[in-house]
């Protein structure tokens, strides 16, 4: 009996978990993306470029050069609590990733890597 009500509440975990990165999956951005966005360089610990700038209203590809060996993203959130994201990179253990960044709304935005906390930047949309 405890075996089946073992694998039920597996099945239910499974089932909030599924529902769940449903729920938080950001939308693809839609029309077209500018290719042509701001490189975002991590290097010793820190973000190399602390404030980048977008042109608003369009989507844009950031591109992200992890030149660390430790692993680091790009997550951008509306402001430094971080508790509304609006692009969550891949974390990359090293190297280069591309990610799309839906079109945003002239203001000041925090990035950080979500890996490392102290590191932070600023995207200013305009
Ligand atoms: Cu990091």
Same mark, same amino acid.
């Given at each position: 009996m405890k075996r089946i009500l073992l694998a039920l509440g597996l099945v239910a975990l499974a089932a909030i978990n599924a529902a769940c990165s449903t729920a938080s999956a950001q939308p693809l951005p839609s029309g077209p993306v500018d290719p042509n966005g701001p490189t975002i360089v991590a290097r010793d610990m820190k973000f190399q470029n602390a404030t980048v700038e977008v042109t608003a209203g369009s989507s844009v590809t950031l591109h992200f050069d992890n030149q660390d060996s430790a692993?680091?993203?790009v997550a951008i959130y509306?402001? +430094? +609590? !971080? +508790? +509304? !994201?609006v692009s969550v990179g891949e974390i990359v253990a090293s190297g280069k990733k591309d990610q799309v960044v839906p079109a945003l709304k002239p203001g000041t935005y925090f990035f950080r890597c979500d890996v490392h906390h102290d590191m932070t930047g600023t995207i200013v949309a305009k």
């Open positions: 692993p680091h993203n509306t402001d +430094s +609590s !971080a +508790s +509304s !994201a």
